[in-house]
């Protein structure tokens, strides 16, 4: 029972609202086997957690939520570094691909299908 309560509680606290679910209804499921007078304290801990599952989609508890997520807090109290501005990096016009240097290199058309090559250039083969 105990071990029910304990995965119960570490859903609700991680919002895995499925695993939350399913370990609600175990717990359900043990209560029902146990006798009305046995653990009535778990049985408490079981309905409270229970309201906490029931109030999780609730505005309420959604401002509750973002209050405290505003109110943490910094360790030192120190400002955070001031980031570059990248409105300037994407203003700029972006660099061209470096071109691969192919050395002196002369390509025969006529083998690859193109015609007849252009003699007066002076295209050479290798």
Do not use: C
């Amino acid at each position: 029972m105990q071990q029910t309560i304990e995965a119960l509680r570490v859903a609700l606290n991680k919002k895995r609202w499925h695993e939350a679910r399913y370990a609600l209804s175990r717990a359900r499921a043990l209560t029902n086997a146990l006798p009305a007078d046995v653990a009535v304290q778990e049985r408490e801990q079981l309905s409270a957690l229970r309201r906490m599952y029931a109030a999780r989609n609730t505005p309420t508890a959604k401002k509750a939520q973002q209050a405290k997520s505003k109110a943490v807090g910094r360790a030192g109290g120190k400002k955070p570094a001031a980031k570059k501005s990248t409105a300037k990096s994407a203003a700029q016009t972006p660099k061209p691909a470096p071109v691969r240097d192919l050395g002196d290199r002369f390509i025969n058309r006529a083998n690859l299908g193109y015609g007849p090559t252009n003699e007066a250039k002076g295209s050479r083969t290798r």
